[in-house]
């Protein structure tokens, strides 16, 4: 298996067929990304479309000392916020989903007692901005570190923190909201 540097070469240079392999471990990541964005698996297809577009026109841009990974998944969440900006879907960014919100592979058995949970974290998910819900899916859902998300999201470590504390009290908040109005109006 090659390098990925050894691949963007290749790339660079013209050797075409090497960008599948260098875009083939992070494909499931980029769809995953710009699903949680948008909630929608076929506006997620369309944004990764786009973003694989990009990401091989501007190949030449990467700075080699840079993370790929990072700078991929910026280009995702880029994607994403053009996606949501044409079609003026802020305040209703995330749908029913089919799978599981925080892992890739779906277990029925692991998966089903942390369902209900889940479903509330993604119905929570709606009073977030954009870049709130960018930083909470890239820091806490995709486990990328603070600086490596100020990185993706060209925004300063300060302003990364403040928008995922913001983020993770929103959620909370709305949470609770959730819980409580199930229950009656008894706190959960």
């Known amino acids: 298996m090659k390098k990925e540097e050894d691949l963007i070469i290749e790339v660079l240079e013209g050797q075409n067929d090497s960008f599948e392999p260098l875009l083939r471990p992070y494909r499931q990541g980029m769809l995953n990304m710009a699903y949680r964005m948008t909630g929608n698996i076929e506006e997620a297809k369309e944004i990764c479309q786009e973003a694989t577009i990009k990401i091989f026109k501007y190949l030449g841009s990467f700075r080699r000392e840079k993370s790929f990974k990072n700078w991929l998944y910026k280009t995702v969440v880029n994607c994403s916020y053009d996606f949501l900006k044409k079609k003026s879907r802020y305040n209703a960014l995330i749908a029913e989903q089919k799978k599981s919100f925080f892992n890739d592979s779906y277990n029925p058995e692991k998966n089903y007692s ?11 998910l709606r009073v977030l901005s954009p870049k709130e819900k960018a930083v909470f899916l890239l820091r806490d859902a995709e486990g990328f570190s603070i600086i490596e998300t100020s990185q993706i999201l060209g925004s300063s470590s300060n302003s990364i923190r403040t928008h995922l504390s913001r983020a993770r009290q929103k959620l909370r908040t709305e949470y609770l909201r959730q819980s409580n109005s199930e229950n009656g109006g008894i706190l959960a």
């Open 114 to 124: 942390n369902m209900e949970i889940k479903e509330k974290i993604q119905n929570c």
